[in-house]
């Protein structure tokens, strides 16, 4: 089609575009109204924003995917590098960690220093013997010993004093250790009252209320720790009340548990050859004297590992039956019940123990120990207020 005559001229107007133009034209057009518009509907853009180019954006979409690929390689690499360093560390750390435990197993043993037990276990016979005089009424016995009549005092202290063959006895003589003492002879006797009326209450045989019964008890507890606290042995157990929270920690039902358990990687042994009354060392003896049998058997295994101390404020009668409603009669079901649980342990008796019941313990893994080397001057202001005469003698 020709051009019209309008069109020529110094004012000429672009062309109107027909289908003949191609698209790159068009879009390169600002003008023209019509075809221009078409065009971009025609290739389905529509507005006025150029269409982007499939090449560039395919390009932009590779880079973008390699910078991704890079970074999740140095993120994996950069992981890695932790966690062999995490490795490292924790490996450096478990390391250090065994060498303190080996060195605090090194130093865990700990020695506990004891008066010799098996010089004083007193004698089967000895009881026996004390007996039909601490029992003068046999079951209708009833009350303290500070309330009995004068006469029945005189006739104990003075047993006391002689021989089981009747003989009146030497202070020098080394038996001496293994005679009866007035508060042993009378413990022995409150355990002997309790075993024939098992039915009735310590206050109902006039022994004394159970308040302050239990009262002097925890304070002879509180004494053994005491004397565990002087020897720097403390650290090594746990007190019952430690034992008590450690177990609602991890909740279920408290197993038995005796006053003082070592605790874990630690080691306790009794010391019987280095006992000092007062603390303050091992006191040498440098004269020679002469050494019986009984002697060297008594001190031949003078050191001997314990995991748990038992705290008992009376006398360890021989004379009792085990498994008895008594203090004494328990002794020896609840001590099996902690070697069971805990192993090789101590049993300390204030008042001492005989020597049946201590060959028991012993045969079962349990070291009868007694009270000789503790201050109990606490218990005994304890039992001044409810066991002692008017001149403040302790006569339960």
């Known amino acids: 089609m020709e051009a019209s005559p ?13 289908n003949s133009n191609n698209t790159t034209n068009i879009t390169a057009g600002r003008g023209g109204r019509g075809g221009g518009r078409r065009s971009y509907h025609q290739n389905g853009r529509g507005g006025r924003h150029r269409p982007k180019n499939n090449r560039h954006v395919a390009s932009s979409r590779a880079r973008a995917t390699a910078v991704n690929n890079d970074r999740n390689k140095n993120h994996a690499q950069r992981a890695q590098q932790q966690q062999q360093d995490y490795s490292s ?3 450096r750390s478990n390391n250090r960690s065994s060498r303190l435990e080996e060195n605090d197993n090194a130093s865990a043993t700990k020695t506990l220093p004891w008066p010799n037990p098996h010089t004083h276990y007193v004698p089967l016979h000895e009881e026996e013997r004390l007996l ?20 029945r005092l005189q006739k104990i202290q003075k047993l006391l004093l ?36 098992p039915r009735l209450s310590m206050p109902q045989l006039k022994l004394g209320s159970e308040t302050d019964i239990r009262h002097s008890a925890a304070l002879f507890e509180q004494v053994v720790q005491n004397y565990l606290k002087r020897y720097n042995v403390l650290q090594c157990f746990w007190t019952e009340e430690d034992q008590r929270r450690e177990n609602r920690r991890k909740g279920g039902r408290m197993p038995p548990s005796p006053d003082f358990r070592v605790r874990n990687g630690h080691c306790v042994q009794l010391d019987f050859d280095h006992h000092h009354p007062h603390g303050g060392g091992v006191k040498k003896n440098n004269t020679k004297s002469k050494t019986t049998n009984n002697q060297r058997e008594n001190t031949a295994s003078t ?21 008895t409603p008594n203090a004494v009669g328990a002794i020896l079901p609840k001590m099996n019940e902690y070697v069971s649980l805990y192993g090789a342990g101590a049993i300390v008796f204030m008042y001492g123990c005989g020597d049946v ?17 503790l201050d109990v001057a606490i218990v005994e202001e304890s039992q001044r207020g409810w066991c002692a005469d008017a001149r403040g003698t302790i006569l339960f």
């Open 6 to 18: 309008a069109s020529t001229g110094s004012s000429k107007k672009r062309p109107r575009n027909d």
């Open 89 to 91: 560390s924790h490996q």
């Open 132 to 151: 039909p005089s601490l029992l003068h009424w046999g079951k209708s016995e009833r009350g303290m010993m500070k309330d009995q009549p004068p006469f």
């Open 162 to 197: 002689l021989n089981h063959n009747g003989t009146t006895s030497n202070r020098n003589n080394s038996h001496n250790n293994r005679r009866m003492t007035l508060l042993q002879s009378l413990s022995l006797r409150r355990t002997h009252l309790k075993h024939l009326q």
């Open 303 to 323: 050191r001997t590992t314990i995991n748990w101390i038992e705290a008992k404020m009376f006398y360890g009668a021989s004379t009792i039956p085990s498994n």
């Open 357 to 373: 019941l201590a060959r028991q313990l012993f045969e079962i893994g349990v070291v009868a120990l007694d009270g000789r080397g």
